[in-house]
Structure formats: C-alpha cells, structure tokens
C-alpha cells in the first residue's frame, strides 16, 4: 500500500482536494460469484470516465485491470457510477483474483488512489497451514523503546484477514510481507509495533487470522511474563539436566561433522543449537523486518530467536 500512499502524497502537495475512500477493508466472496467494490469520493467522479482500477496480489506489482472508460472485458468487469462514488463488479470470480483492490482517478495526469480492499475469495486454508507468534524476548525491566511483535500466518493458499487486539480493544491493521514457496503456497508475516510499556504492561495481546467467510478464525494469544527468580529455583534440576543432555548432543553432532565416517557417508553441516527455556510454548525473537535503501533495493537482516517446545 506505500505506493498509494506515495501518491496520495503526491496529489496533496499539488493541492488537489478530491480524497478516494474504499469503506470495505476486507471481503469474501465464493468462487464463481460477483464481487462489488466500492469506492466513495469526496468530489464529483464526471461520470467515472477518469477512473481506474489496479489490482495487487501478493509479492507483485499493481495492475491495472479497468479503465471505466473503455468497454473491454465488459463480460469481466462493470463499473457502476454515481455523482461520488463508482463500484467495481467482477464477475465469475476466481481464486487467482484475490488481492487487493484500488479505485485510482486521474487528476492532471496523476492518479489519486483509494485506500484499497482486500478481495479473499473461496477458502486460504490448507492442510499445511499453521499459525505462530513472534514476540520480544524479555529484557527484564526495559520498558523504554519500541516492541515488535508478528503474526506468522504458514502455507495458505491465498491472502487471510488479520487483526489485533490489546486485551479486547482492536487496533490498528498491522504491515503485512509475505514469501511465496516454490509450490505457490505462501507464508504471511503481519507485524505491529507498540510502546515497550504497553507490552510489558502485562495485558493479552492477540492475532486473529480467518482464512474464509464461513469458517471459524484462528486466535493466537500471548502476554509478557517475566517472572521472579525465586519461582524458577524448582527449574534448576531439570533445565540442568536437559543442558547436560543438549551438550552431550551437540559434541557428537559436531564429531560427526568434523570426522568423516571411514564408511563413505558425507558429514553433514550441523546448524546451531537453539536455546531451549520453559516460557511457554512462544518464539521469542529479536525481530529485524527488512529496511529499504535509496535505491530501492531491499537490505536483508539476520534473525536471532529462540524458539520454545510447548
């Protein structure tokens, strides 16, 4: 969505005062029927002969797949005008169409954009799909700063509604990325960012994912806890112990990988070991989402985390 925003922007330094408004953040519909999309403005529309309509889906670039003024692919695509407002119908609609949806109205030879409609159509679930939360790991009294927290949303066919909530109260939508595997499945990342002491707070804080307009969501909950040392005496044994038994593990892991076996196998490449602490069943990470350079070329950053066994 930056690149409506960008020229929103754009439409507001030359002063323009026409402002589209899609109302319908998200919709479903069932494969084969007719979508409608909305999109309400705040000046005459001159009977729809300026607009447009794009279309993103996941990991590529708007398209446009309208212009009203034209009659191509009427048999695919209507537009419905009124003096503020036109509406985009598609019919015979089909999984491959979902994405997001934006009404754009060209002003001076710029192109003004509405605030986008997220299209789901049919059911996003799969066998392969799971959900997971991605929250700080504690710093003990740090409440200054800022804490990430992400919703990781696995193998899904298609887009999913996502929303948050801060012990019942729904906030903001959070920024969205997503990777497409080499089956076309695809792996959603939805983040949000609040004030350290919001998050060490101590309230619930929940992802809600609903993959169709029929089924029932998924809800992924968790809350900071940062509990005492005294309460964790009676981990001491056990945790001991399991670091004994990790420690035996990984030095035969690594005398296997160093040592060559004489009977013709290949040592494999052994990865790290991961830390594992009794915090119940959550991923902490140390969460660095992707930053942008001037050239618009995208700087990746390692994770660290620690994933926790339930």
């Known amino acids: 969505m930056i690149f409506a925003e960008y020229l929103l922007l754009s439409s507001l330094v030359l002063g323009v005062q026409l402002f589209l408004h899609q109302t319908q953040r998200i919709q479903f519909v069932e494969v084969s029927d007719t979508a409608k999309i909305h999109c309400s403005s705040t000046e005459n529309l001159e009977g729809g002969s300026s607009m447009f309509w794009y279309l993103r889906r996941e990991g590529e670039k708007p398209t446009c797949i309208k212009r009203c003024l034209d009659d191509q692919n009427v048999s695919k695509f209507a537009c419905k005008h009124e003096t503020h407002s036109s509406t985009l119908e598609i019919r015979n609609i089909q999984k491959t169409e979902s994405g997001i949806y934006y009404c754009a109205f060209e002003y001076s030879s710029y192109l003004i954009f509405g605030n986008g409609t997220t299209l789901i159509i049919g059911d996003s679930y799969t066998k392969s799909s799971w959900v997971m ?110 670091a004994g038994l990790l420690l035996l593990v990984v030095s035969l892991s690594l005398i296997w990988t160093l040592c060559p076996s004489t009977l013709g196998f290949q040592p494999r490449v052994s990865a790290p070991p991961a830390s594992v602490e009794p915090q119940g069943g959550i991923l902490y990470a140390h969460l660095d989402f992707d930053s942008r350079n001037r050239n618009g070329r995208t700087m990746q950053r390692s994770a660290r985390g620690k994933h926790v066994k339930a």
């Open 133 to 242: 939360l991605l929250v700080p790991f504690p710093h003990g009294s740090q409440v200054t700063g800022t804490a990430n927290l992400a919703c990781v949303i696995h193998g899904v066919s298609s887009p999913v509604h996502v929303s948050w909530s801060v012990s019942g109260e729904l906030q903001e939508q959070g920024l969205t990325r997503s990777l497409k595997a080499k089956d076309g499945s695809l792996t959603l990342i939805n983040h949000i960012s609040v004030p350290m002491d919001t998050w060490t707070s101590g309230k619930n804080f929940t992802c809600e994912v609903k993959f169709n307009s029929s089924g029932n969501s998924v809800k992924t909950s968790t809350r900071y806890s940062a509990a005492p040392a005294r309460e964790c005496s009676h981990y001491i044994v056990p945790l001991a112990a399991g």
